[in-house]
């Protein structure tokens, strides 16, 4: 079982800078990919981003490509996102997801469906 906590969001201006975390609890955490989704009222919810188990490949939504970082600090059980240049349109409550890969590299689905834990959500508001 791993448990994912979520936390950096907030209220910021169109142009501003956040940056989330995610920390997870137990011991594989290099085993698992990391995802970042979002889900603005009502819209369904939508791939952010994906970081491999040892963080050597990365995958971004082209909404978001050029603008946010994805990272993972293994020895700190933690994934990052850094965002930069925020826009309106990134409102979002933002959820980090774990995939379990069972040590298989080079794998960072897009898919929700294929991901066996989440967090609870942070609440990014971006003001025009």
């Known amino acids: 079982q791993v448990q994912l906590v979520e936390s950096g969001g907030g209220l910021v201006q169109a142009g501003g800078s956040l940056r989330l975390s995610c920390a997870a609890s137990g011991r594989t955490f290099s085993s698992y990919a990391m995802g970042w989704f979002r889900q603005a009222p009502g819209k369904e919810r939508e791939f952010v981003t994906a970081i491999t188990r040892s963080g050597g490949s990365t995958d971004y939504a082209d909404s978001v490509k050029g603008r946010f970082t994805i990272s993972r600090d293994n020895a700190k059980n933690t994934v990052y996102l850094q965002m930069n240049s925020l826009k309106p349109e990134d409102t979002a409550v933002y959820y980090c997801?774990?995939?379990?890969?069972?040590?298989?590299?080079?794998?960072?689905?897009?898919?929700?469906?294929?991901?066996?834990?989440w967090g609870q959500g942070t609440q990014v508001t971006v003001s025009s």
């Open positions: 997801a774990a995939k379990n890969t069972y040590n298989k590299g080079g794998y960072s689905p897009r898919r929700g469906n294929e991901y066996d834990y």
